[in-house]
T-cell receptor, first 116, second 115 residues
Framework: KAGVTQTPRYLIKTRGQQVTLSCSPI?????VSWYQQTPGQGLQFLFE???????NKGNFPGRFSGRQFSNSRSEMNVSTLELGDSALYLC???????????????FGSGTQLSVL | DAKTTQPTSMDCAEGRAANLPCNHS???????VYWYRQIHSQGPQYIIH???NNETNEMASLIITEDRKSSTLILPHATLRDTAVYYC????????????????FGTGTRLTIIP
């Protein structure tokens, strides 16, 4: 069974540009959540999608957005990039987003975004 | 979500058991304890999780105290490849949490295996 797949693995952008990152969850998983990891702030929750609906959102500005498709694949978009957006962006998938006891949650390898 | 407290760093000799503690004193009844590890610039790797009973798998053992306020991850025979940051998190699980994923990560424990 393939794991959580994130593309691209590395990305370099300049300030003011926008970027779209992709996440393909494990087959059968309907929940996809996104996290930002920086050396200073650690791992921080961005948002979570379940069955194409955003259920939870972290404390990030509106420049950060996402969506989920009917096949559970998810994308996140960052508009008007700032230097501080440089980070490792991780997505995680699970069957129900915590609705089932003993459910496992798996992470992808992440997309390393550098904003110059 | 309950918060967790872990030591910032630990060393362990190669071949010895590595015991990583985690305090989660405010854990509630529907929260599981999950352990992940992260090798530099990669995604967190699932290790093990449990509710109240001790758990063991091919990677590690998880010991949860009876009051569930703390737990210990045990890597029985540490190797150099176990050098990583280990995160202990609590995760709400249950029908009321269907599609409601939102994890809170702490700073984790940086485990260094010494040859």
């Amino acid at each position: 069974k393939a794991g959580v797949t994130q593309t691209p693995r590395y990305l370099i952008k300049t300030r003011g540009q926008q970027v779209t990152l992709s996440c393909s969850p494990i087959s059968g998983h309907r929940s996809v959540s996104w996290y930002q990891q920086t050396p200073g702030q650690g791992l921080q929750f961005l948002f979570e999608y379940f069955s194409e609906t955003q259920r939870n959102k972290g404390n990030f500005p509106g420049r950060f957005s996402g969506r989920q498709f009917s096949n559970s694949r998810s994308e996140m978009n960052v508009s008007t990039l700032e230097l501080g957006d440089s980070a490792l962006y991780l997505c995680a998938s699970s069957s129900t987003g915590g609705g089932l006891a003993n459910e496992k949650l798996f992470f992808g390898s992440g997309t390393q975004l550098s904003v110059l | 979500d309950a918060k967790t407290t872990q030591p910032t760093s630990m060393d362990c000799a190669e071949g010895r058991a590595a015991n990583l503690p985690c305090n989660h004193s405010t854990i509630s009844g529907n929260e599981y304890v999950y352990w992940y590890r992260q090798i530099h610039s990669q995604g967190p790797q699932y290790i093990i999780h449990g509710l109240k009973n001790n758990e063991t798998n091919e990677m590690a053992s998880l010991i949860i105290t009876e009051d569930r306020k703390s737990s210990t991850l045990i890597l029985p025979h540490a190797t150099l490849r176990d050098t990583a940051v280990y995160y202990c998190i609590v995760r709400v699980v249950g029908l009321a949490n269907f599609g409601n994923e939102k994890l809170t990560f702490g700073t984790g424990t940086r485990l260094t295996i010494i040859p």
